[in-house]
């Protein structure tokens, strides 16, 4: 199972971005798909998760509000969507698979993409 992560870039305070993770090998409709980040300095962290069942979803309370984790199995792709961008959002996000249910721990995930950065100035 392969990931491809991409979207990433440098925007200003305030503004949106949208990441996207293809999912390329395996049965990505099985697969529970999480986002996590981590900043320069820091440790990795957890920011928002999909079971495989379309509609459970769960998010770090830093991005509660501000970020949407959606699926579409179609394209065997999820995606990160990311509003009301802060300078502390910066770092690079990486995605993750795991079968079936959503976890926020990191060691649970079997597969993981390479990361795409994310800048945002302030």
């Known amino acids: 199972v392969q990931l491809q992560a991409s979207g990433g870039g440098l925007v200003q305070a305030g503004d949106s971005l949208r990441l996207s993770c293809a999912v390329c090998?395996?049965?990505?409709?099985?697969?529970?798909m999480g986002w996590f980040r981590q900043a320069p300095g820091k440790e990795r962290e957890f920011v928002a998760a999909?079971?495989?069942?379309?509609?459970?979803?769960i998010y770090a309370d830093s991005v509660k509000g501000r970020y949407t984790i959606s699926r579409d199995n179609t394209k065997n792709t999820v995606y990160l969507q990311m509003r009301s961008l802060k300078a502390e959002d910066t770092a690079v996000y990486s995605c993750?698979?795991?079968?079936?249910?959503?976890?926020?721990?990191?060691?649970?995930?079997?597969?993981w993409g390479q990361g795409t950065l994310v800048t945002v100035s302030s």
């Open positions: 993750a698979a795991k079968p079936w249910v959503w976890s926020t721990e990191a060691r649970e995930y079997e597969y």
């Open positions: 999909i079971s495989w069942k379309v509609g459970s979803t």
């Open positions: 090998g395996g049965t990505f409709s099985r697969y529970a």
